[in-house]
């Protein structure tokens, strides 16, 4: 995207000088600016001519405002007209004229049939997930003479003027202090740091390239940020339209393949619509790799070649898939069985006793307790900024624990990170195989079409680099889950999110950044977990010896304790249980996959308790199965009395409270989390930590959430979509 990669504006080769006394300008003096706008305006009307068709029917002449040159090629627009909120443009690239519409209503809530609940989880979907983004559709010339004929025409502003609007309004924002910038999300797809130098001027890079005395103070969607710009925008508009005018479309210069060359602003609705010009080929750029044949060789040499790596493992895993199946068969917990225990109101119970139940979790956890101290980074702009400005300072080591390292282009970026550090400190990634092989067929809806991925993430880690990695092995398609980030043994990263653009921009989600103590034992666990993907590694795992620990308590550390899901050993899944059986108060969570029926008795047996029970599950998960299992969860816990919220969106989070005790990490709430992947968690009775998370999690998603009200509509095919959920 051209027009957002060009954002610099002190440093240009061709306008770079006259585009550095111009903004100085406009930035000292508000009048100068509107004089000089008006002036431009004025200019364009007078030099601007009207295409005439060639057939009879003659339109209504468009309104082009002519600005100074640029260093692009931009995409020269002729005629613009709107009507009832369908913009018609008719611009030409080159030689080539084109005729285009693009339609700016919003969905029609009479289209939605559903109940109640549904229509008002509908228009949350759609505020949570709408980005400001149409597409231009194009039409035959009869069909724009049709269509504008009559029209009335929308004052258009070059390339030049959107690229002063633009640099003005950030200019605006940028911190002046030396050392500190801040970060600009476009249409989540790029990001680039802002920030003045040392002579004042501003300069924008990538956020990968960031100095590294620069700090980043805020990261702001720049989509966000225009519909606050409604002071500068009313200078442009009035200058167009006069005093009453309200909209305008800018040029913004991009002239990619699949760029975003108009800009469409409404002052008075608050609206900012990038508009996505037509594209001749749409399946051009979809991924041509056929992944199927990696993922064969890969779990065939999970089997073969990963038994003798992992010997113990690989039995234990084995022992422990056919153990549960057999248990789960004998021992089923329906909740019928409850149907004839009423459901009473919410009780007003002192909470369970934090003391009593931190000894409990030493018999049931089989890990002791730590300290450190906790930072809850919400959603990937919090977490990724973070990251990134570690890995940028790290001095000694990264280590990577994930399940995807995927290969679109917000993954690569972060790839070409690690790879130009591992020139300077040791850096490790340690990724799941069938995670990031699967990962990889699937491409977000706003991911740039014109991206190639990579054959794999292996090979691009390796290429040129002194990257070490390890696949993990996944014998009897089970995995490593865990998530952690540990830079310089100082720093752990734990939580849900793995290396990716769906992470980054499209969900919510949430990692911690711990310091202490915590951190030499989630060190320790990488460590066993990279021996093990060699030969005989459980046995190499089995006798490493952790050195000195590098982190000494501080007086400011709480008690913090690590819980574990290995091949044998479901800490996360009794510990869940047992703390439900505890919990006097409350209950709340939060998690995307919920098919465990342990869990689900559970809460309802909870809830007869007088136990207020609330459970945040998302409109979508990533996997269409558990979309429709988690229909039938919803339905049940509702009709058990738990209060169901929906999330209008995908939300990754895996975390809950009970009482006065949170935990939070990698584990799902479904058989493969609980009881046969690799998984971790953390978990605090600090009572703190315990009201940070409510505060910066639960109570915000409370609110962004639908409550479900009464059963969604299941299908048909629903009872076997749980059952087949019910085995992952």
Known sequence: MQWKQNVVTTNREKTGEVQKTLFSCLRSNRSVARYFIVIVITQGLLSACTTAPSEPVQTQPGIIIEDTSTDVDPL????????????????????ETIDGFALLTEPNESEYKESSSNLNLQ????????????????????????????LRALPTAGAALWREFRDRLIAGITPREQNSGIVIEFLKQDELLFYYDEQGLL?????????????????????????????????????????????????????????????YMNKHAGQVVFIRRPSDNDQCCAPSLNLLPQAVVHTTDSHLTGILYQTIGSVARLFTLVSYKVIDTVTPKPLMLLNHQP???VADNEPMDSELWEQELNDLASSPQSQGTIEYLVD???????????????????????????????ALQLADLLKKRSKEIRVRVLVDGLGSITAA???????????????????????????????????????????????????????????????????HDLMVELQGPIVDEIQTHFEKA?????????????????GEPVNKPQANDIPIRLLLTRP????????????????KQRIYIQNAYFTSDDIIFELAQARRRGVDVRVIIPYQSDSGVINRSNVKAMNAMLDNGIRVFIYPGESHIKGAVYDGWVCLGSANFDQLSLRMNKELNIATSDPTAVQGFLDEVMYPDFKKSVELKEPLPEKWSDFLMETIADQL
């Open 203 to 263: 300069r924008s890079t990538s956020v990968n390239e960031k100095p590294l005395a620069t700090r980043i103070d805020k990261t702001y969607k720049f989509s966000e940020l225009l519909v606050d710009a409604t002071a500068l925008l009313d200078e442009y508009i009035s200058a167009a339209h006069g005093a009453n005018g309200s909209e305008i479309l800018f040029n913004t210069g991009d002239t990619s393949t699949y760029g975003y060359p108009f800009v």
């Open 530 to 546: 990279w021996r093990q993907q060699s030969f005989l590694g459980d046995i190499r795992a089995f006798f490493y010896l952790p």
């Open 76 to 95: 020269f627009t002729e005629q613009t007209y709107i009507h009832n909120n369908r913009l018609y443009i008719q611009f030409k690239h080159l030689t």
């Open 123 to 150: 228009r949350a979907i759609r505020q949570h997930n709408g980005l400001p983004i149409v597409q231009l559709t194009q039409i035959s010339r009869q069909e724009w003479i049709e269509h504008t004929s009559e």
């Open 441 to 507: 067929a699937v491409d977000s809806p706003y991911q740039a079409v014109e991206h190639q991925r990579p054959s794999n993430i292996i090979t691009y880690l390796k290429t040129n680099s002194d990257i070490e990695v390890h696949m993990v092995h996944n014998p009897w398609l089970t995995g490593d889950h865990t998530k952690t980030i540990l830079i310089d043994k100082k720093f752990a990263y734990v939580g849900g999110m793995n290396l990716g653009r769906e992470y980054r921009y499209d969900w």
């Open 568 to 583: 044998g050993d479901s800490q996360i899944l009794r510990t869940q249980l047992a703390a439900i059986n505890w919990a």
């Open 343 to 345: 459901i009473p109101p």
């Open 380 to 410: 990937g702009a919090a977490f990724f900024s973070r990251m990134i400005e570690q890995i940028h300072a790290a001095k000694e080591s990264i280590d990577i624990r994930v399940y995807i390292f995927d290969t679109d282009h917000y």
